[in-house]
């Protein structure tokens, strides 16, 4: 019940086109979900972040889409570019102890130029 | 403000010893959390600390134990080290979950190889 599944594993996308990774969650007591992304050699760095009380949250590029119902969300990147080029991780957290996430095995994600 | 820095960036070690692995927290962040990343996969969650205080604990056993100083700064150790933990180790730092701030902040972590 605390695992995340992440779909695709791996995606190769134009330079404009539109990215799309999904993720879905057993846990319904799941009550924040970020997205990070992970450059070769690096930490996660925090992209864009949303709450089940909202269905969509959009920053820049980035849009996160949220089904509550379906316990499924997804990360979409527009106009994607070369410099997006990374491993995605959605994660979900567990307000008990406050910041603990679980993450998703990830998406190695190559935009071509 | 500086970000989250660990150390060392890459260590080698033999099956069977200890390691301590550090980490710094962001200025102003008092909530040290680790987390371990096998190849290729999402990372894991080992262990939090707040106010000194382990503050809830991953599926790990017992030999990885940690400590939290009162600069915030932080420790991994692992004892009877296996070929298994042979990975990427994270630090992240974060406000009090009382702030409303659920926002990590990772370091570049510390690449362990076990021989």
């Known amino acids: 019940q605390q695992q995340v599944k992440q779909s695709p594993q791996s995606l190769i996308v134009q330079k404009g086109g539109i990215s799309i990774i999904n993720c879905a969650y057993e846990?319904?007591?799941?009550?924040?979900f970020p997205w990070y992304q992970q450059f070769p050699g690096k930490g996660p760095a925090l992209l864009i972040a949303i709450r089940p009380d909202v269905s969509e949250k959009k920053e820049g590029r980035f849009t996160i889409s949220f089904n509550k119902s379906a316990k499924q969300f997804s990360l979409h990147i527009m106009d994607s570019q070369p410099g997006d080029s990374a491993t995605y991780f959605c994660?979900?957290?567990?307000?008990?102890?406050?910041?603990?996430?679980?993450f998703g095995p990830g998406t190695r994600l190559s935009v071509l130029p | 403000e500086t970000g989250v820095t660990q150390s060392p960036t890459h260590l080698i070690k033999t099956r069977g010893q200890q390691v301590t692995l550090r980490c710094s927290s962001q200025s102003g962040h008092n909530t040290v959390s680790w987390y371990q990343q096998a190849l290729g996969q999402g990372p894991q969650f080992i262990f939090q600390y707040y106010r000194e205080e382990e503050n809830g604990r991953g599926n790990f056993p017992p030999r990885f134990s940690g400590l939290q100083f009162p600069n915030y700064s932080s420790e991994l150790n692992v004892n009877a080290l296996e070929l298994d933990d042979s990975a990427l180790y994270l630090c992240?730092?974060?406000?009090?979950?009382?702030?409303?701030?659920?926002?990590?902040?990772f370091g570049s972590g510390t690449r362990l190889t076990v021989v």
């Open positions: 846990n319904t007591a799941f009550d924040y």
């Open positions: 992240a730092s974060s406000l009090p979950v009382y702030r409303g701030d659920y926002g990590y902040t």
């Open positions: 994660a979900a957290s567990l307000d008990n102890y406050g910041q603990n996430f679980v």
